[in-house]
């Protein structure tokens, strides 16, 4: 209920003025930490843009200041709103068995890309496992990074479902470009009007993972 309280009030806030107090932000962030062991990864992806609104006033201990909602964290809020009515409480427990590790391997080059599943305990045809295709003129004409990242995406979501589910998949790539967005979790860089940006095609791989509920690292 007090989830749903903030949450609320400060959609509600942010609807109006497209102004927040810094502290109910925080507030609604501290709620989704607190539910981490329940809500995994979506907790992490649904709060970037609400941790970034606030950062500049955490920072400086201004918890009264009111502090500017973009759209982006915007939509978080709705989402966390409309996430309430369907939380209620939840068993927390630790699987009976340590899931198998699952290792995908990556590659593209100005035209094309391939993948697929090096090692995975629990699947005996895994070597058969092979991701391949080609990339289209647009995408051709975009930067060596991005081809890296959407050629990963592809490999990821081109793999039979039960591939990565429930597991831990470790993504292996020979880009040291898409290794730094990827540790620091989208490239979290700030855009010339200071807004937060990040990688699309991290956050695309990031969902994809979400909806298979397994950790990629």
Same mark, same amino acid.
């Given at each position: 209920?007090?989830?749903?309280?903030?949450?609320?009030?400060?959609?509600?806030?942010? =609807? !109006?003025?497209?102004?927040?107090?810094? !502290?109910?932000?925080?507030?609604?962030?501290?709620?989704?930490?607190?539910?981490?062991?329940?809500?995994? $990864? +979506?907790? !992490?992806?649904?709060?970037?843009?609400?941790?970034?609104?606030?950062? +500049?006033?955490? @920072?400086?201990?201004?918890?009264?200041? %009111?502090?500017?909602?973009?759209?982006?964290?915007?939509?978080?809020?709705?989402?966390?709103?409309?996430?309430?009515?369907?939380?209620? /409480?939840?068993? *927390?427990?630790?699987?009976?068995? $340590?899931?198998?590790?699952?290792?995908?391997?990556?590659?593209? =080059?100005?035209?094309?890309?391939?993948?697929?599943? *090096?090692?995975?305990?629990?699947? /005996?045809?895994?070597?058969?496992?092979?991701? $391949?295709?080609?990339? =289209?003129? @647009?995408?051709?004409? $975009?930067?060596?990074?991005?081809?890296?990242?959407?050629? @990963?995406? %592809?490999?990821?979501?081109?793999? /039979?479902?039960?591939t990565g589910a429930h597991?831990?998949?470790?993504?292996?790539?020979?880009?040291? =470009?898409?290794?730094?967005?990827?540790?620091?979790?989208?490239?979290?860089? %700030?855009?010339?009007?200071?807004?937060?940006?990040?990688?699309?095609?991290?956050? @695309?791989l990031e969902h994809a993972?979400?909806?298979?509920?397994?950790?990629?690292?």
């Open positions: 209920d007090k989830f749903r309280s903030v949450a609320t009030a400060a959609l509600t806030s942010a =609807s !109006r003025s497209g102004f927040v107090p810094a !502290r109910m932000i925080a507030r609604v962030v501290g709620h989704v930490a607190s539910a981490q062991l329940v809500l995994r $990864r +979506d907790g !992490r992806i649904y709060c970037r843009f609400l941790n970034d609104a606030v950062r +500049d006033a955490a @920072a400086a201990r201004r918890w009264s200041a %009111r502090v500017a909602v973009n759209a982006d964290a915007l939509a978080e809020l709705a989402r966390w709103v409309h996430a309430t009515c369907r939380l209620g /409480p939840a068993p *927390i427990h630790e699987p009976p068995r $340590r899931p198998a590790e699952v290792t995908l391997a990556t590659d593209a =080059s100005d035209f094309a890309y391939g993948g697929g599943v *090096i090692e995975a305990a629990h699947l /005996p045809d895994a070597e058969t496992r092979v991701v $391949r295709g080609t990339f =289209s003129a @647009a995408d051709c004409l $975009r930067g060596s990074t991005w081809r890296e990242m959407r050629g @990963a995406h %592809r490999v990821f979501t081109g793999v /039979p479902a039960d597991r831990r998949v470790t993504l292996l790539t020979d880009s040291l =470009s898409f290794a730094q967005i990827f540790a620091r979790g989208g490239s979290q860089t %700030r855009s010339e009007s200071g807004d937060l940006a990040l990688h699309r095609e991290f956050l @695309a993972a979400c909806q298979l509920h397994c950790d990629v690292a």
